[in-house]
Nanobody, 123 residues
Framework: QVQLVESGGDSVQAGGSLRLSCAASVFINSYCIAWIRQAPGKKREGVAIIYPGSSATSYADSVKGRFTISRDNTKNSLYLQMNSLKPEDTAMYYC?????????????????WGQGTQVTVSS
């Protein structure tokens, strides 16, 4: 069983930055790992993914150029650096993982999920 614990969510002004962290209970290098968000009343949205055994990444168009996903295998941790935040980035952010290939950033089908961390961006 893979356990994922997110942290780093906060309330910030538009234009600000946040760094989300996700601590995993397993060696994450062999997993497809993603950041997924869900705003109130909206469907889950894939934000960014990092491919297993690779540093290759993929981003949703809505965050491309502003967000950066990274992985530290020595700490079994995943990160999401979020810059130039906008009010529309307000959502619960989840770390998710699966031990198969990545289906693409738009996929929200994962075997393991964290409890989420709230990001609120005010204008």
């Amino acid at each position: 069983q893979v356990q994922l614990v997110e942290s780093g969510g906060d309330s910030v002004q538009a234009g600000g930055s946040l760094r989300l962290s996700c601590a995993a209970s397993v060696f994450i290098n062999s997993y497809c790992i993603a950041w997924i968000r869900q705003a109130p009343g909206k469907k889950r949205e894939g934000v960014a993914i990092i491919y297993p055994g690779s540093s290759a990444t993929s981003y949703a168009d809505s965050v491309k150029g502003r967000f950066t996903i990274s992985r530290d295998n020595t700490k079994n941790s995943l990160y999401l650096q979020m810059n130039s935040l906008k009010p529309e980035d307000t959502a619960m952010y989840y770390c998710a993982a699966k031990d198969t290939y990545c289906s693409g950033v738009a996929s929200v089908t994962y075997s393991y999920w964290g409890q989420g961390t709230q990001v609120t961006v005010s204008s």
